[in-house]
């Protein structure tokens, strides 16, 4: 069974950093694609939007504009571990970030081609 668990949000200031955790529950961890996606939960119609995503050998990284330079990806392949370290936070928003895999080599910035989610870790910046 797939599972993911993501961990390390919460309550911070603008500028300040977090590092958000996901524990990857699978037999072979090597041959899958991981991204995190954002979303704000109480917005009408928000959408999940892609943050940052590695392919499944950790060779190939892609972020979204608005995160490049503060945001990094990274994955432990022996610790079936993926990490977001988040540097500079902005906005007062509250959003909950999401950890996704999916089976294979495949690289998306679309939530559809992610079939595995985790719950979501909430993470609120306030100025």
């Known amino acids: 069974q797939v599972q993911l668990v993501e961990s390390g949000g919460g309550l911070v200031q603008a500028g300040d950093s977090l590092r958000l955790s996901c524990a990857f529950s699978?037999?072979?961890?090597?041959?899958?694609?991981m991204a995190w996606f954002r979303q704000a939960p109480h917005a009408p119609g928000a959408v999940r939007e892609f943050?940052?995503?590695?392919?499944?050998?950790?060779?190939?990284?892609e972020y979204t504009d608005s995160v490049k330079s503060r945001f990094t990806i990274s994955k432990d392949n022996a610790k079936k571990m993926v990490y977001l370290q988040m540097n500079n936070l902005q906005s007062d928003d509250k959003v909950v970030y999401y950890c996704?895999?999916?089976?294979?080599?495949?690289?998306?910035?679309?939530?559809?081609?992610?079939?595995?989610w985790g719950q979501g870790t909430q993470v609120t910046v306030s100025s």
């Open positions: 996704v895999a999916h089976c294979g080599s495949m690289f998306s910035r679309s939530s559809y081609d992610y079939g595995y």
């Open positions: 699978v037999r072979t961890f090597s041959g899958y694609t």
């Open positions: 943050v940052a995503g590695i392919g499944w050998k950790g060779a190939y990284i």
